[in-house]
């Protein structure tokens, strides 16, 4: 059965700390990972990684998918209180399964 | 102009009774999904339709009947309501298959 674990479950840090969330797969026909913010309704979009060792980033938020361990890493530098949310992981298929598959999330409070 | 949009927001009802939510996006979209987050935030596939065809059921409940008149509606029929259905159902959408997700608001639905 296909698996994404993310850890850690729940995360407190405080404002200006840099956190580093992970999300470890297995899953037969990897094609992506995707990573979103969910904060009170629908999750949002963040990055999607299909290339091992490519980092994309978006102002203080990062990732980079390592392909051979099975894993991803997002990363926040500088962290504000509107980073609080829950961050979910996901992976996509290759050929016509258009599903995606999600971990179970870590939920971060960033406090002042 | 929201761009996936789901009606209604909250849905609460007796067991035994069926209900509809429905859903539209107007971003042009050829795949449309249903995921269902249980109250410990996981998010898990239902149904996807590429073009108005449906490609992928997940073990749901012969109670769960989606329907996709044309490709910007997708439409999620429940009978015969459990307890064990109350969760938050989110639609979502995406360019093609393979790409990433947008997702609704969520229906927020209650079985008492």
């Known amino acids: 059965e296909d698996k994404v674990v993310q850890s850690p479950l729940s995360l407190v840090v405080h404002e200006g700390d840099t956190v580093t969330l992970n999300c470890s797969y297995e899953?037969?026909?990897?094609?992506?990972l995707l990573w979103y913010k969910q904060e009170k309704k629908a999750p949002t979009f963040l990055f999607m990684l299909t290339s091992s060792g490519i980092e994309k980033k978006s102002g203080r938020l990062s990732s980079i998918l390592d392909k051979k361990e099975l894993f991803s890493i997002l990363n926040i530098t500088a962290t504000q209180t509107g980073d609080s949310a829950i961050y979910l992981c996901a992976v996509g298929y290759t050929g016509t399964a258009s599903k995606l598959t999600f971990g179970t999330g870590t939920r971060l409070q960033v406090t002042l | 102009d929201t761009a996936v949009s789901q009606t209604p927001k909250y849905l609460v009802t007796q067991m035994g009774n069926d209900k509809s939510i429905k859903c539209e996006q107007n971003l042009g979209h050829d795949t449309m999904y249903w995921y269902k987050q249980d109250s410990k935030k996981f998010l898990k596939i239902m149904f996807s339709y590429n073009n108005k065809e449906l490609i992928i059921n997940e073990t749901v409940p012969n109670r769960f009947s989606p329907k996709s008149p044309d490709k910007a509606h997708l439409n999620l029929h429940i009978n015969s309501l459990e307890l064990g259905d109350s969760a938050v159902y989110f639609c979502?959408?995406?360019?093609?298959?393979?790409?990433?997700?947008?997702f609704g608001d969520g229906t927020r639905l209650s079985i008492l």
């Open positions: 979502a959408s995406s360019p093609l298959i393979g790409q990433p997700q947008h």
């Open positions: 899953v037969t026909n990897f094609r992506s």
